[in-house]
C-alpha cells in the first residue's frame, strides 16, 4: 500500500514568495496531520483535520499560514508570504482511529533565504 | 498546556548493554506512543500503548505505561548498532482529540 505522500520534498524559495505544500493521505484514514520540526522547538501540530474538516488549528503560527482539505484525498498547507523563520521539515500524517499510530509522509524540507 | 517531557535527551552506550529512556507528560490522556526517527527521515511508529499497565515488545524494545504516574518507558535490552537513532514520545490531548504533543526526543548512539 502506498504510504502518505507528500510534495514537493523539498523547496527552496525567497522570503516573501508562497509556499505550497501536498499531502496525499493513506487512502482511507480519515485524519490528517500537518506537523513541523526544527531543532529549536521539536516537533510542533500546526493543524489537523477529520473528515475533511478542521479540528484544531491553535498551532498554525500565525496569518501567513492557511490549510486546506478539500476532499479527502488531498491537502495543502500554505504560507503567504514566507519568512527565513518559516525554514523546517514538514511533515503530514494520517490515521485511521483514535488510538491507531499516525502515519508519517517522507516531509517536505523547506528553505527560505 | 500539555507538556511532554523526555529524559535523557541524548544517550551514548555500547552494544550489549540495557538501558531505559522516560516519558513524563502533564495530561490525563492514556493513549502514548512511541516513533522512531533515523536522521534526515520519516517518523516511524513503534508502539502505541492505549490503557494503564500495557506492556508492548518488539525485538529488543519493549514499551510500557503507567497512566496514574502519567510514565511511560521504553527499554532497549542488549543494545546493538541498528538501534541507533532518535526515539520520540507523544501524548495525544484526549477527549477526541488526535494531534500528538510530542517530546523533544532521545538522541540514541550505540557503539559496537
Known amino acids: 500500500d502506498a504510504g502518505v505522500i507528500q510534495s514537493p520534498r523539498h523547496e527552496v524559495t525567497e522570503m516573501g514568495q508562497e509556499v505550497t505544500l501536498r499531502c496525499k493521505p493513506i487512502?482511507?484514514?480519515?485524519?490528517l496531520f500537518w506537523y513541523r520540526q526544527t531543532m529549536m522547538r521539536g516537533l510542533e501540530l500546526l493543524i489537523y483535520?477529520?473528515?475533511?474538516?478542521?479540528?484544531?488549528d491553535s498551532g498554525m503560527p500565525e496569518d501567513r499560514f492557511s490549510a486546506k482539505m478539500p476532499n479527502a484525498s488531498f491537502s495543502t498547507l500554505k504560507i503567504q508570504p514566507s519568512e527565513p523563520r518559516d525554514s523546517a521539515v514538514y511533515f503530514c500524517?494520517?490515521?485511521?482511529?483514535?488510538?491507531?499510530?499516525?502515519?508519517f509522509g517522507d516531509g517536505t524540507r523547506l528553505s527560505i533565504l | 498546556e500539555l507538556k511532554v517531557e523526555q529524559n535523557p535527551l541524548f544517550l551514548s552506550m555500547q552494544e550489549g548493554k540495557n538501558y531505559t529512556i522516560y516519558c513524563n507528560y502533564s495530561?490525563?490522556?492514556?493513549?502514548l506512543y512511541w516513533y522512531r526517527q533515523d536522521p534526515g527521515k520519516s517518523l516511524e511508529s513503534l508502539f502505541v500503548?492505549?490503557?494503564?499497565?500495557a506492556v508492548k515488545q518488539e525485538g529488543r524494545l519493549m514499551a510500557s505505561l503507567d497512566t496514574k504516574a502519567r510514565l511511560s518507558t521504553l527499554h532497549i535490552t542488549a543494545a546493538v548498532h541498528d538501534l541507533s537513532a532518535t526515539y520520540f514520545c507523544?501524548?495525544?490531548?484526549?477527549?477526541?482529540?488526535?494531534?500528538?504533543?510530542f517530546g523533544k526526543g532521545t538522541h540514541l548512539i550505540i557503539q559496537p
Open positions: 507523544a501524548v495525544d490531548k484526549g477527549g477526541g482529540a488526535d494531534g500528538l504533543t
Open positions: 487512502s482511507g484514514h480519515n485524519s
Open positions: 500503548l492505549l490503557s494503564n499497565g
Open positions: 500524517a494520517s490515521s485511521y482511529l483514535q488510538g491507531l499510530p499516525q502515519h
Open positions: 495530561t490525563t490522556s492514556d493513549r
Open positions: 483535520f477529520n473528515n475533511n474538516v478542521p479540528i484544531d
